[in-house]
């Protein structure tokens, strides 16, 4: 068994708080860029841009709706919306992996609570309809 002096113990007591210290940073950047990022995805002349909670930001619909019914827009508005959030979980998940690395703990949890959303969201989105009308 070996015998640590006091000054071994401090010098790892303070190897652990800087480590602890970079973590931080690290999980504070990751989280300035993930909440800077957006995705964005066109469905049938309808884009949405989602920011990375899946939180529609932005929502461009075409010049042209009046041989749209609205159920048929509906749909279109939440695929698109559906698949925005697919753009920005890429994105989300690649700058995890930048920040953490690509097979950490960190990284691995990100990915899991992006497909949690992800299956929320697919199951509150219809399938398109029988006959859309243009």
């Known amino acids: 068994m070996s015998h640590l002096t006091p000054e071994d113990v401090h010098r790892r007591i ?50 042209r709706l009046e041989h749209r019914r609205s159920t048929v827009l509906a749909a279109q508005v939440l695929r698109a919306t559906r698949a925005a959030y697919a753009d ?9 992996g930048e920040a953490f690395g690509a097979d950490s703990p960190v990284t691995a949890r990100v990915r899991g609570e992006l497909d949690r959303r992800a299956e929320v969201l697919a199951s509150s989105t219809p399938p398109p309809p029988d006959n859309v009308l243009r």
């Open 14 to 63: 303070d190897q652990d708080v800087a480590a602890a210290q970079e973590r931080a940073a690290l999980a504070t950047r990751f989280r300035q860029t993930a909440d800077q990022l957006r995705g964005t995805a066109t469905v049938d002349g309808v884009t949405a841009t989602v920011d990375a909670s899946g939180a529609l930001t932005e929502l461009t619909l075409p010049d």
């Open 88 to 96: 920005v979980t890429a994105k989300v998940q690649q700058a995890a």
